[in-house]
């Protein structure tokens, strides 16, 4: 009866320890959680890009991508001022993204008009040239 008294004790013992450890792990946490800052920096990069895309005027070429940079800005604002800070960091980065895609999709589509005039301004003096060699022979 001795030792059936001392294996319940040490039970005890055990399963307070291990509540205690949960306990003081899950504080832990929940402090981690709570005092993570507000990605300053990450929705400045964003703010940054989206100018500079609005800058580029990139409307004519890559609009959608530009809205979806905005969307996702305003969103991750949105999650700062819930105080999840990590959806916050999470839309930030994809709104500089989309911003940085909208502005190289925009130089892309500048390059092919650029490209395709070209290949009209060729083609007209190619003809120009035939036509005035034609006509001297």
């Known amino acids: 009866m001795n030792n059936s008294m001392y294996d319940k004790k040490t039970k005890n013992y055990r399963c307070k320890n291990l509540c205690m450890s949960m306990f003081a792990a899950s504080t832990m946490l929940l402090a981690a959680c709570a005092s993570t800052p507000p990605p300053t920096l990450a929705l400045q990069a964003a703010e940054q890009a989206i100018a500079n895309a609005e800058q580029a005027r990139v409307a004519d070429y890559a609009s959608p991508e530009l809205s979806e940079a905005r969307e996702k800005m305003a969103a991750a604002k949105t999650a700062v001022h819930e105080e999840n800070m990590q959806k916050a960091q999470r839309l930030a980065e994809q709104a500089r993204v989309d911003a940085e895609l909208a502005l190289a999709k925009s ?20 003809q120009e040239m035939q036509r005035n060699t034609g006509a001297r022979q």
């Open 107 to 126: 130089g892309t589509g500048r390059a092919n008009t650029v490209n395709d005039e070209m290949q009209k301004s060729t083609e007209t003096i190619r």
